[in-house]
T-cell receptor
């Protein structure tokens, strides 16, 4: 069964520093996609970055990059130059091709606190 | 372009009652998914609809049901509410037709702000 594990319930980072949020996953489907979402206190889930299981290069989107280690089933999110507005919950998520449709499984999340 | 709209934003119901939540997807999006978010269980997939048909369903009791209308708007219903149903219910819409193909993996889901349901 597919599963997402985020082992860091909370993380602190100093403003302007980089931070890595951990995510490991488990799936038997060779074709899958990995996502990171940000959820501010307003509740809305904001898409940050995507990595496909067959992508050769790590995904990057502005200050966000995904450190994809397929053999270790790891998909860590790296946020560079943290900003106060980055304080939020961050969710790692996965979608399997064999499931069909858009069913997405989420991890428990990591709450990030950015200190001024 | 308007985002995903969920109504109402907040709701208080009594145990045993039923509730209907509404989700209007982004214009042109035909796939709608629902999720329940609680502090204890996190984000859990409820169900997904495309063209008025349920495509996937999560592990929730039959008290949870949904439907999608021809204009892609979706509703979810919870009957015989229990205290444990208190949660943030999130709706997400996606722009592409679901099916077998790698493109379904990287299609972004756009979320609404959710409906916070409190059962007392």
């Amino acid at each position: 069964a597919q599963k997402i594990t985020q082992t860091q319930p909370g993380m602190f980072v100093q403003e302007k520093e980089a931070v890595t949020l951990d995510c490991t996953y488990d799936t038997s489907d060779p074709s899958y996609g990995l996502f990171w979402y940000k959820q501010p206190s307003s509740g809305e889930m904001i898409f940050l970055i995507y990595q496909g299981s067959y992508d050769q290069q790590n995904a990057t989107e502005g200050r966000y990059s995904l450190n994809f280690q397929k053999a270790r089933k790891s998909a860590n999110l790296v946020i560079s130059a943290s900003q106060l507005g980055d304080s939020a919950m961050y969710f790692c998520a996965m979608r399997e091709l064999n499931t069909g449709g858009f069913k997405t499984i989420f991890g428990a999340g990591t709450r990030l606190f950015v200190k001024a | 372009k308007a985002g995903v709209t969920q109504t109402p934003r907040y709701l208080i119901k009594t145990r045993g009652q039923q509730v209907t939540l509404s989700c209007s997807p982004i214009s042109g999006h035909r796939s709608v998914s629902w999720y329940q978010q609680t502090p204890g269980q996190g984000l859990q997939f409820l169900f997904e609809y495309f063209s008025e048909t349920q495509r996937n369903k999560g592990n929730f009791p039959g008290r949870f049901s949904g439907r999608q209308f021809s204009n892609s708007r979706s509703e979810m219903n919870v009957s015989t509410l229990e205290l444990g149903d208190s949660a943030l219910y999130l709706c997400a819409s996606s722009p592409k037709i679901p099916g077998q193909g790698a493109w379904t993996l990287n299609t972004e889901a756009f979320f609404g702000q959710g409906t916070r349901l409190t059962v007392v």
